[in-house]
Every structure is written in structure tokens, then in C-alpha cells.
């Protein structure tokens, strides 16, 4: 799905750091997500199979979802995957207005001069959404005059739990328009937060580099290290927390420098005393049941699993036919070759062996 330089779903981030950019990399990790997400815009569109590419527990998470959507909808019509364009009033524009972002909402409701916005998560209520229903909200309110109340609504899949608030086109844009206003700041500073674990600029930011050089002065650690020698003495939680905060900046640097240097070594590069290191991609099996009943296996291993790894039916297959797991997945790999997948191996680098 393609993403408008002021996306919504940026928005969140923004209101926390006007100079995050999201990492690509790390948003093609978010693979669940978007199976989840086609899976409830299909189920929506009541297209067949809408469900066949999720595991048991998300098919329910994202069936909750579905189920939760048209009891809200009732007997009005549900859109999904709609895109929404935030015009802005620009004498120099043809019509007298412009686009300034535009974002894709999960799913609309429209009745009357009432709308109710939704998004899905397919995690937990980890984070705050408000920004980006904000922005899409704004964006309707911009497109379809007769609206005046937006309800916006965010599923949860993984907890099955909700949050849903109401929102004017001035609540809207109170919220919209400085993140806007931050963002397009030539002066605009960073600020360490939440995101930056996401921020294509971790391994560079001023900010977060500020953060982890406090941990080579050692007047930064009077207070926390005797606190983390003897926890079970400390009565200060303030203290471990202070700790914890500077130790989850370092993590999150420390892996932008690991992947940069990774990058670069297999380029050719690596640094002295290191080298790179492959790992064999996990090998699952694409259809349980399929391979249960070719290898005669008890019916009822792995209950509703579509997909499970291949060491984990070695582990039934051997304890079952009696033999060791080496034996027993050097069978399954002639048995059910056709439905073993590999997933994509990874290359580290690590410290060389000493000779
Ligand atoms: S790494 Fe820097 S720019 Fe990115 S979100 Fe964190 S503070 Fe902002």
C-alpha cells in the first residue's frame, strides 16, 4: 500500500518526534499485520477464503473484528479500504483547494451527518492511535461537508478489546494541524521517544546519540548502578526506571550500528576480528492437517494450526513412531517435502573465532 509523505499513520510518531521517518525494513517486517488486515478487508467484502492464509488464534482475532464491525454497522453499508484526502482551501489551485495528505482507513460507516472511522490493529492497545484517526477524520470532514461528527474506533485483534471516541472537525484539526504545522518546520528538532526503535534516522540522531553517550559519563550512572547491583534493596522504582531508559535508548542504537555494519561487511567490508555468520531460514509445514494424515500422526496434533514449524512435527513424529527426532526429520523431509517451506535464512555478523 502506498504511503502520502504526510501519511496519517505517520501521524502518532510525528506528535511525538516531528523529525521521525519510518524505516522501511522495519515496516516490511509487519508481514502478520498485513495478512490480518487483507484478511478483514476480504471477510468485509464477503470474498471466499478470506481467511485461508491466517493461523487459528488470528482467523479469530480478525473473525472478532469482522463480527465487532458489522454489529456496528447494523444495516448500513460497510466500506473498507477507503482513501481520504485532506483538502485544504489554495486560491492558486484549480477548484480553490489543494491536497495536503491523503490515507487509507480500514473501514467507513456513513449515516446521515455521522460517520464512524475504524481502524484494526492486529497487536495489543500498546500505543496511542488518536493522531492517525484524527487524520482521517479531518480528511472526511474535508471531503464531505454534511459530516459533522466522526466516531472513530480502534480494534485490537490481539487482546479483543476496543476504543472508541468522538470527534468534531475542530477536535480534529486541534489535533491534526500542529503535527502538520511541527513537521513541516525547517527548524524542527528531534526528541527521543517511543518510535525511534522505528526511525530510519536511529543511527544518526543527535537526539538519541545525546542519550547514549550519557552512558560514558560516569555521573550518570552514581545513581542507577548500586540500584541494579541489589534490586531486592532498592525501594526507589524512579531509580531503575531512569536506568532502564537509558539501557532501552543504547539497545535500540546499538542494533541501527549491528545492521549498518552487517550491511556493509556483506559488502565487503568487515571489520577486523569479526565475521558474518548465515543461520538457515525455519522450515514449517504449509498444511498440518494435510501432512498429519499422510504420516499417521494422532488427528488431533496441533488442533486448527494451518502452519506449524517442521522441527515441532518432528518432535510428535518421533515420540509417536519411536524413533529420534534426526531420523524422524530426515523422514518427514521425504514424506511431506512438497509442503515444507524454508523462510528466508539471516546473515549476522559475530566476533571471529580466535585461531
Ligand atoms: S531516532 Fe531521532 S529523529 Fe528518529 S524518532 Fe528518535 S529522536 Fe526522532
Not at 491466517?54 to 447494523?74: D, F, M
Not at 492517525?132 to 471531503?143: P, W
Not at 560514558?216 to 524512579?238: H, M, S
Amino acid at each position: 500500500m502506498s504511503h502520502h509523505e504526510l501519511s496519517p499513520s505517520a501521524f502518532p510518531a510525528w506528535a511525538e518526534c516531528p523529525c521521525f521517518d519510518s524505516d522501511e525494513e522495519e515496516r516490511t517486517n509487519t508481514l502478520e499485520g498485513t495478512l490480518q488486515h487483507d484478511a478483514l478487508s476480504n471477510a468485509l467484502k464477503e470474498q471466499p477464503d478470506a481467511y485461508q492464509h491466517l493461523s487459528a488464534t488470528a482467523r479469530e482475532n480478525v473473525q472478532w473484528a469482522e463480527q465487532s464491525i458489522r454489529t456496528l454497522a447494523g444495516e448500513d453499508p460497510i466500506q473498507s479500504e477507503v482513501k481520504l484526502r485532506y483538502m485544504a482551501p489554495d486560491a492558486f489551485a484549480r477548484g480553490g483547494q489543494s491536497e495536503v495528505y491523503y490515507g487509507t482507513a480500514d473501514v467507513l460507516i456513513r449515516r446521515g451527518n455521522h460517520a464512524d472511522l475504524i481502524d484494526y490493529k492486529s497487536g495489543t492497545a500498546e500505543r496511542d492511535h488518536r493522531a492517525q484517526l484524527a487524520g482521517y477524520a479531518l480528511a472526511l470532514f474535508s471531503q464531505r461537508a454534511r459530516i459533522k461528527t466522526v466516531r472513530c474506533h480502534v480494534l485490537y485483534g490481539a487482546s479483543r478489546s476496543s476504543d472508541s471516541w468522538a470527534l468534531s472537525q475542530a477536535d480534529a484539526a486541534g489535533i491534526v494541524l500542529p503535527i502538520l504545522e511541527a513537521r513541516n518546520r525547517q527548524d524542527r528538532l528531534p526528541k527521543v521517544n517511543s518510535y525511534c526503535t522505528f526511525c530510519r534516522h536511529r543511527l544518526t540522531c543527535p537526539a538519541l546519540l545525546a542519550e547514549v553517550s550519557k552512558a560514558a559519563a560516569p555521573a550518570e550512572w552514581e545513581e542507577p548502578l548500586p540500584a541494579l547491583q541489589e534490586v531486592g534493596a532498592t525501594t526507589d522504582p524512579e531509580t531503575l526506571g531512569k536506568a532502564l531508559d537509558l539501557a532501552r535508548l543504547i539497545e535500540i542504537w546499538s542494533k541501527a550500528v549491528r545492521k549498518a555494519a552487517t550491511e556493509l561487511a556483506q559488502a565487503g567490508s568487515v571489520p577486523p576480528g569479526y565475521q558474518l555468520q548465515s543461520r538457515r531460514g525455519t522450515r514449517e509445514i504449509t498444511d498440518t492437517q494435510q501432512a498429519i494424515e499422510r504420516i499417521g500422526i494422532p488427528p488431533d496434533s496441533f488442533l486448527g494450526s494451518q502452519r506449524i514449524s517442521l522441527s515441532k512435527l518432528a518432535d510428535t513424529y518421533a515420540t509417536t513412531k519411536g524413533v529420534t527426532k534426526k531420523q524422524a526429520t530426515e523422514q518427514l523431509e521425504t514424506l511431506v517435502c512438497d509442503l515444507i517451506e524454508e523462510k528466508k535464512g539471516t546473515v549476522s555478523l559475530v566476533a571471529a573465532k580466535q585461531a
